[in-house]
């Protein structure tokens, strides 16, 4: 079946440092990715999604590509500030019947000032 | 305001109880979604709904037991819960499209003693 992958977390890193986090993905078909941040105490919010191939989804400073030769869509920032510290959840879309959302383990990252 | 409501936020009960969790939206969405998560686990998808039909339940307990009486409102009834069903459940909706967001409630914080 389909499935996500992220790179093992806990992630720390001193504010201003260069952030990736690796997503690689199993699926058949075309999916859509998306990149989800979870804060403390809340629920998940979407920060960015590719629907194609080669699209690149950004937003608050944060990319990602979707690439179909390597099945990946990892997650980068140039310079993290403290208020990124969360966990992302890396997830595919696809049609089975219904819509269905599957999603990576996540990744918890702390940025320290 | 992310447009989806759970209620409630925190809910403690016992093994003998019953109880429900309730989630609501008004994003016209036509698929809503119950999720699991556990500390250190994936986030685990539970059921999925398509305009009111169940199209999805990943084999979870029979003690776990979904109702959608309509499009806006999904209902997670719980009973004779184990200790180890405690964790956050998540509701979700979407259109139901594969290239369209999911968007999440906060969740209920589940303890069960």
């Known amino acids: 079946g389909d499935s996500v992958t992220q790179m093992e977390g806990p992630v720390t890193l001193s504010e201003e440092a260069f952030l990736t986090i690796n997503c690689t993905y199993t699926?058949?078909?075309?999916?859509?990715l998306f990149w989800y941040v979870q804060y403390p105490g809340e629920g998940l919010q979407l920060l960015l999604k590719?629907?194609?191939?080669?699209d690149k989804g950004s937003n608050k400073g944060f990319e990602a590509t979707y690439r179909k030769e390597t099945t990946s869509f990892h997650l980068e920032k140039g310079s993290v500030q403290v208020s990124d510290s969360a966990v992302y959840f890396c997830?595919?879309?696809?049609?089975?019947?219904?819509?269905?959302?599957?999603f990576g383990q996540g990744t918890r990252l702390t940025i320290n000032p | 305001e992310t447009g989806v409501t759970q209620t409630p936020r925190h809910l403690v009960m016992g093994m003998t109880n019953k109880k429900s969790l309730k989630c609501e939206q008004h994003?016209?969405?036509?698929?809503m979604y119950w999720y699991k998560q556990s500390a250190k686990k994936p986030l685990e998808l539970m059921f999925v709904y398509n305009f009111k039909e169940q199209t999805e339940n990943n084999s979870v307990p029979s003690r776990f037991s979904p109702e959608c009486p309509n499009s806006s409102h999904l209902f997670l009834h719980l009973h004779t819960l184990q200790p180890e069903d405690s964790a956050l459940y998540l509701c979700?909706?979407?259109?139901?499209?594969?290239?369209?967001?999911?968007?999440f409630g906060q969740g209920t914080r589940l303890t069960v003693v």
């Open positions: 590719a629907t194609k191939a080669d």
């Open positions: 997830a595919l879309s696809q049609i089975q019947g219904a819509q269905k959302l599957v």
């Open positions: 994003l016209g969405h036509n698929a």
């Open positions: 979700a909706s979407s259109q139901g499209v594969v290239n369209t967001e999911a968007f």
């Open positions: 699926a058949t078909g075309y999916p859509s």
